[in-house]
């Protein structure tokens, strides 16, 4: 079943702060709801349905127009166009959780491609695998979550996170995974989860990065000491050589 309506936060141009794409400018989609609630959430107001989605006027402006939810589709390419995608790398598509609202993907994509072709990015969570098989063609850059119980306090998603990885690399996208880390993070669950992407990646050309995230200060959760994060990072590159440590850098710059 196609969606004709999406439940969105907001549209606006921003500067990447994650990962692999840190520094690309991009218009960030970012999605209403999300079924987890982790301890470091910095969007709390996208956990839900809001009444309305602020939509930035002009790229970096930070002038919003409030438009109310649920966005009829058509409408999203105009708002699009005004941010000039132009200048812009690619569309990130963030939450919330997109993946809840995928059957809006197709149409919504459609009406984007209408005016621009630039290159989209999916963050998500890394736990709704069925979800990613539906959608996953249309996008060109994937950056999953692995959810540590003992850092994210959200439950456990090792199994879901292992079918959604296995699928990304079947299809061949530019995958990265994210593991934020804190002072409670438990070694052995970031262990056990490294040694699944090596033992996955194992028979692909590709291998992909894993960027270990020192959690942004938030709700008493605290990022590892430089002593931590050397010994994470360290223990962690001898079973699997992709693994940097990269923090939000748009909190760094005072981006929101
Ligand atoms: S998955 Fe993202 S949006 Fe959802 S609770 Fe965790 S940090 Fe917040």
């Known amino acids: 079943m196609q ?3 999406v439940y969105l936060s907001e549209i606006y141009s921003a500067i990447q702060g994650e990962g692999l794409l840190v520094g690309a400018r991009q218009i960030f989609i970012r999605f209403n709801i999300c079924d987890l609630r982790c301890a470091w959430c910095d969007t709390p107001e996208s956990l ?3 009444r309305d989605c602020n939509v930035e006027v002009d790229a970096g402006k930070r002038e919003f127009e409030s438009i109310l939810n649920p966005i009829d589709i058509q409408h999203i390419p105009s708002y699009i166009s005004r941010l000039n995608p132009a200048l812009h ?6 939450g919330g959780e997109p993946l809840i609202q995928y059957q809006a993907f197709n149409k919504l994509i459609t009406a984007i491609r209408s005016v621009t072709d630039i290159p989209l990015f999916l963050e998500t969570g890394g736990h709704k695998p069925d979800a990613l098989k539906k959608v996953i063609n249309h996008f060109d850059f994937i950056s999953m979550d692995f959810k540590l119980p003992s850092s994210a306090k959200a439950g456990n998603y090792f199994v879901e996170h292992k079918e959604f990885f296995i699928c990304a690399l079947d299809f061949n996208k530019n995958l990265t995974i994210k593991i934020v880390v804190t002072s409670d993070t438990d070694m052995n669950e970031l262990a056990d989860s490294i040694e699944m992407v090596k033992n996955v990646s194992e028979k692909y050309e590709n291998k992909p990065v894993i960027f270990l995230q020192p959690v942004t200060p ?3 959760t605290k990022p590892p000491n430089e002593l931590e994060l050397l010994k994470l990072q360290s223990k962690m590159i001898q079973k699997y050589p992709y693994v940097r440590v990269v923090p939000q850098v748009h909190k760094l710059i005072g981006q929101r």
Not at 89 to 94: E, N, P, V
């Open 48 to 50: 839900v349905k809001t």
């Open 89 to 94: 790398h690619s569309i990130s598509f963030t």
């Open 3 to 5: 969606a004709d309506r």
């Open 218 to 220: 938030i709700n008493g």
